[in-house]
């Protein structure tokens, strides 16, 4: 019996080191991320992460010593296969989860979670972004880690003996000393003897926010975010009556005030233009003095330029919801993927339809992906028009017809739109600059920068020929990114500089060439263009009109489980994990951003 208790040990032991193991890899995967990191900040990675290891290898070890406190009264071989098996069930979750975090963190930027399901509910599209060379490389390295815990936990599992025989006593005896061995493994599982149980943010040390990352254990990370879902109470900053006070305070003059008007005429022709990861990092960037959007830095001349609009968060579904809804972002869930929800946020759709505008929304790609068909349907579109619909003989890429394609069939869809008496607001969101970067140009060494000079290309494309028709006096043409990208690789997912996106007023309606340097947020976009339309946008809570003259304007996004609020005196960046601010210590700042999150939640509730 000996022999099982050392089995046990040897099981706990050597799960954690396994599992430790991860974060050196991950290190020198992202060695660039890590690369500022002292030595003793690079030790500390493995020194504070090893708590979440041991709390894995404590669920690990949970039923081995069921099997094993088992086999004393109930002897058969079947507990020790049993054993086998757990262990390689738990081997196989374990080199999956490290390999997947490895491959999503380059684009995520913070360690895996419950939030991959969202995006696998729709697997086709979900593995368009992979490259075959990394489906290669993240198949190899769970392949190889997967094997490395397989040939472990063969070995120790031979060390687990069912012994058949034994005084009754002596088995009592070993009975209890399994318990013993059982509650240590409940604490750790519970991560210790504190109040505070197992946490992800049990691990941050570092005010570098990678080496907080590659300190989480990633298998851990998941399956907590699952167990705990969503809690829509989770960010109660205040109570009920001062929340809503403080909002109110914060949307006051920016909904109220008289707003400067920058169009010739409330009815134009509406085309908004939703381009794909348009980070200002990205299409301001130049390599060998060649621009790599060329056409968007040109145009910002001819137009009402946003110097300083903030991405509301940083997928595509947060982005169009919180553009066309004027929502703010969540932290850690979509709503879009809620229809029964999101179908009662107010829209920009809904609200022109309401005034007799024709609505329609065009995208070369899937609009089933992130239930994206749906909350357009039940906010307002009339028509939708997607990869299912079109016809085209030309190749496609891994999400659909590329932007060169879409941006002729859009603008032939915009010219029968004119020919209808009703006014039409037309949307088209294009895919060329999303990962993998599939296009057919290669400018740049870097795969995606070329992608981005390629749409700036196929959207100078339809802004060029409608400047050709007859209808470009009655039309407005905005230009708006629905999040950035990681750019300059290594920037920290929560940066303010990470969530800079461009937009851009253009047309014959637009009254004249203006910059406009009042911070503010995607999700404004919605009150602004209403305004200007003179169209009511009270139900649009949390959305601010960029042009009234209010001297609070800001930018607000959210990251992983993290806010940030940036106006013209610095930026705050709070970590809700750690309950810090982790940047721009601001009592002011702080306070928006906290208010903004939880009035989104407190509107999410009421859904």
Same mark, same amino acid.
């Given at each position: 019996?000996?022999?099982?208790?050392?089995?046990?040990?040897?099981?706990?032991?050597?799960?954690?080191?396994?599992?430790?193991?991860?974060?050196?890899?991950?290190?020198?995967?992202?060695?660039?991320?890590?690369?500022?990191?002292?030595?003793?900040?690079?030790?500390?990675?493995?020194?504070?992460?090893?708590?979440?290891?041991?709390?894995?290898?404590?669920?690990?070890?949970?039923?081995?010593?069921?099997?094993?406190?088992?086999?004393?009264?109930?002897?058969?071989?079947?507990?020790?296969?049993?054993?086998?098996?757990?262990?390689?069930?738990?081997?196989? +979750?374990?080199?999956?989860?490290?390999?997947?975090?490895?491959?999503?963190?380059?684009?995520?930027?913070?360690?895996?979670?419950?939030?991959?399901?969202?995006?696998?509910?729709?697997?086709?599209?979900?593995?368009?972004?992979?490259?075959?060379?990394?489906?290669?490389?993240?198949?190899?390295?769970?392949?190889?880690?997967?094997?490395?815990?397989?040939?472990?936990?063969?070995?120790?599992?031979?060390?687990?003996?069912?012994?058949?025989?034994?005084?009754?006593?002596?088995?009592?005896?070993?009975?209890?000393?399994?318990?013993?061995?059982?509650?240590?493994?409940?604490?750790?599982?519970?991560?210790?003897?504190?109040?505070?149980?197992? /946490?992800?943010?049990?691990?941050?040390?570092?005010?570098?926010?990678?080496?907080?990352?590659?300190?989480? /254990?990633?298998?851990?990370?998941?399956?907590?975010?699952?167990?705990?879902?969503?809690?829509?109470?989770?960010?109660?900053?205040?109570?009920?009556?001062?929340?809503?006070?403080?909002?109110?305070?914060?949307?006051?003059?920016?909904?109220?005030?008289?707003?400067?008007?920058?169009?010739?005429?409330?009815?134009?022709?509406?085309?908004?233009?939703?381009?794909?990861?348009?980070?200002?990092?990205?299409?301001?960037?130049?390599?060998?003095?060649?621009?790599?959007?060329?056409?968007?830095?040109?145009?910002?001349?001819?137009?009402?330029?946003?110097?300083?609009?903030?991405?509301?968060?940083?997928?595509?579904?947060? *982005?169009? +919801?919180?553009?066309?809804? *004027?929502?703010?972002?969540?932290?850690?869930?979509?709503?879009?993927?809620?229809?029964?929800?999101?179908?009662?946020?107010?829209?920009?759709?809904?609200?022109?339809?309401?005034?007799?505008?024709?609505?329609?929304?065009?995208? *070369?790609?899937?609009? /089933?992906?992130?239930?994206?068909?749906?909350?357009?349907?039940?906010?307002?579109?009339?028509?939708?028009?997607?990869?299912?619909?079109?016809?085209?003989?030309?190749?496609?890429?891994?999400?659909?017809?590329?932007?060169?394609?879409?941006?002729?069939?859009?603008?032939?869809?915009?010219?029968?739109?004119?020919?209808?008496?009703?006014?039409?607001?037309?949307?088209?969101?294009?895919?060329?600059?999303?990962?993998?970067?599939?296009?057919?140009?290669?400018?740049?060494?870097?795969?995606?920068?070329?992608?981005?000079?390629?749409?700036?290309?196929?959207?100078?494309?339809?802004?060029?020929?409608?400047?050709?028709?007859?209808?470009?006096?009655?039309?407005?043409?905005?230009?708006?990114?629905?999040?950035?990208?990681?750019?300059?690789?290594?920037?920290?997912?929560?940066?303010?500089?990470?969530?800079?996106?461009?937009?851009?007023?253009?047309?014959?309606?637009?009254?004249?060439?203006?910059?406009?340097?009042?911070?503010?947020?995607?999700?404004?976009?919605?009150?602004? +263009?209403?305004?200007?339309?003179?169209?009511?946008?009270?139900?649009?809570?949390?959305?601010?009109?960029?042009?009234?003259?209010?001297?609070?304007?800001?930018?607000?996004?959210?990251?992983?489980?993290?806010?940030?609020?940036?106006?013209?005196?610095?930026?705050?960046?709070?970590?809700?994990?750690?309950?810090?601010?982790?940047?721009?210590?601001?009592?002011?700042?702080?306070?928006?951003?906290?208010?903004?999150?939880?009035?989104?939640?407190?509107?999410?509730?009421?859904?």
């Amino acid at each position: 019996m000996i022999s099982n208790i050392l089995f046990i040990l040897l099981l706990f032991v050597g799960t954690v080191v396994l599992l430790a193991i991860q974060k050196p890899i991950f290190l020198i995967w992202y060695a660039e991320l890590a690369a500022e990191a002292e030595v003793s900040e690079l030790w500390g990675v493995v020194s504070h992460g090893i708590s979440l290891d041991a709390t894995m290898a404590g669920y690990i070890c949970a039923l081995p010593i069921l099997f094993v406190l088992l086999s004393l009264w109930l002897p058969t071989v079947w507990w020790q296969r049993l054993c086998r098996y757990w262990c390689y069930v738990a081997a196989l +979750l374990v080199a999956a989860t490290f390999s997947v975090n490895l491959g999503l963190y380059e684009y995520w930027g913070f360690p895996l979670d419950g939030s991959i399901f969202q995006y696998l509910a729709t697997p086709k599209e979900a593995m368009a972004s992979v490259t075959l060379s990394m489906f290669v490389i993240q198949s190899l390295v769970a392949i190889i880690y997967g094997a490395v815990l397989i040939c472990f936990y063969s070995a120790v599992v031979k060390i687990f003996k069912v012994d058949i025989g034994g005084h009754w006593g002596v088995k009592l005896l070993y009975s209890l000393l399994l318990l013993l061995l059982a509650g240590l493994d409940f604490l750790a599982i519970r991560g210790g003897t504190t109040t505070a149980v197992a /946490n992800v943010s049990k691990v941050y040390f570092s005010d570098k926010i990678v080496l907080n990352h590659a300190a989480v /254990n990633p298998t851990f990370s998941l399956l907590s975010s699952i167990s705990d879902g969503e809690n829509l109470d989770r960010y109660n900053y205040y109570s009920a009556e001062l929340c809503a006070e403080q909002l109110a305070s914060i949307m006051e003059g920016c909904n109220s005030a008289p707003s400067e008007k920058v169009l010739k005429n409330i009815r134009p022709n509406i085309v908004l233009i939703l381009a794909e990861s348009f980070g200002r990092t990205t299409i301001d960037e130049t390599v060998a003095g060649k621009a790599v959007a060329p056409n968007i830095q040109r145009l910002k001349g001819e137009g009402v330029w946003f110097e300083n609009m903030i991405a509301s968060s940083f997928r595509t579904d947060r *982005g169009v +919801l919180a553009t066309l809804s *004027g929502f703010c972002a969540q932290p850690t869930m979509s709503i879009m993927k809620e229809p029964q929800k999101a179908s009662h946020l107010p829209s920009v759709a809904r609200s022109l339809r309401d005034v007799g505008y024709a609505t329609s929304y065009i995208h *070369g790609g899937d609009l /089933n992906f992130t239930n994206m068909a749906s909350y357009l349907y039940a906010t307002g579109f009339d028509k939708l028009v997607a990869y299912k619909d079109l016809h085209f003989d030309a190749p496609t890429s891994k999400w659909g017809y590329a932007d060169d394609v879409l941006a002729d069939y859009f603008v032939e869809h915009l010219e029968r739109q004119s020919e209808q008496p009703a006014p039409y607001f037309a949307v088209w969101q294009t895919l060329s600059s999303h990962e993998p970067f599939d296009v057919p140009t290669d400018v740049f060494e870097d795969k995606m920068l070329s992608s981005m000079h390629f749409a700036d290309s196929c959207i100078c494309r339809v802004v060029e020929r409608l400047r050709q028709s007859e209808e470009w006096e009655n039309t407005l043409v905005i230009i708006i990114a629905d999040h950035a990208y990681l750019y300059p690789y290594g920037i920290s997912a929560s940066a303010v500089e990470r969530h800079r996106i461009p937009m851009l007023w253009l047309g014959g309606a637009i009254d004249g060439v203006k910059q406009v340097e009042s911070y503010c947020s995607q999700s404004d976009f919605a009150a602004t +263009l209403l305004s200007q339309l003179d169209i009511a946008h009270d139900d649009f809570a949390l959305s601010r009109d960029i042009f009234a003259p209010c001297d609070n304007h800001f930018g607000y996004y959210t990251f992983n489980n993290g806010f940030g609020v940036v106006d013209a005196t610095g930026s705050t960046i709070y970590d809700c994990t750690t309950e810090s601010v982790i940047a721009g210590d601001c009592v002011e700042r702080e306070l928006t951003g906290k208010t903004m999150l939880q009035s989104t939640y407190n509107i999410i509730k009421q859904l």
